[in-house]
């Protein structure tokens, strides 16, 4: 049974890990055999949003890796303890926790970094050969990650697709059920909920990005 660390970001669409792309893809794991390990920075999120009138929550302040827990049913651990030699391949869902708390996309766009637990642990498993499957937003993270001409996609945003090939990444326009494959990286990305207009529409390419990952690892 392949075994795949799954980076989330905290808890929700506009300020963690959507949801829904965290769901389908241990449900597309499950359904393909591999098991699955849920880690998160132990980290303080950039801010707060209330998910019901879309504003920041002043004064309030949350941890990535508490919030991740109430996504894994408290199955999860921290991203600095992983060791790459006891997995098989990798996958971060999207949501804008992606582009805030495991990166800083969204504060500084093309000169942005990415959290230091998630690039020493991407790196290392990339460096081991190992397969990374980056959902919706996440792939602005492939550049800083996997260095110049890794190939990616976020969907058809030209203003993404714009700091991705500014970082020396190269941008695929791409299907919402369709992925861009990188064989020389192992990288596997797919838009998700940057092109998806529903559930369904979405777990079209999460499924088939859990599959391509899984068959390079």
Do not use: W
């Amino acid at each position: 049974m392949k075994k795949v660390a799954l980076i989330l970001s905290g808890c929700g669409v506009y300020d963690g890990s959507e949801i829904y792309e965290s769901v389908l893809t241990m449900l597309s794991l499950e359904n393909h055999g591999a098991s699955y390990q849920c880690f998160a920075p132990n980290v303080e999120q950039l801010h707060v949003i209330n998910h019901l009138v879309g504003e920041v929550a002043e004064g309030e302040s949350r941890n990535v890796l508490v919030e991740a827990a109430r996504l894994a049913r408290g199955e999860v651990k921290d991203l600095a303890d992983a060791q790459a030699a006891d997995f098989d391949a990798v996958i971060v869902p999207g949501g804008f926790g992606a582009a805030k708390n495991l990166s800083d996309f969204a504060v500084n766009g093309a000169a942005m970094s990415v959290q230091e637990d998630v690039l020493q642990f991407v790196r290392a498993m990339h460096k081991a050969g190992k397969p990374t499957g980056l959902i919706c937003i996440a792939p602005t993270m492939a550049a800083r990650i996997f260095g110049d001409g890794v190939k990616c996609t976020v969907g058809n945003d030209a203003d993404v697709a714009a700091a991705i090939n500014s970082m020396g990444g190269f941008h695929q326009a791409c299907a919402v059920d369709e992925v861009c494959i990188d064989d020389k990286m192992k990288l596997v990305t797919t838009p998700a909920y940057m092109l998806a207009t529903s559930i369904g529409e979405a777990a079209k390419g999460i499924n088939r990005c859990v599959r391509e990952v899984l068959n390079m690892a």
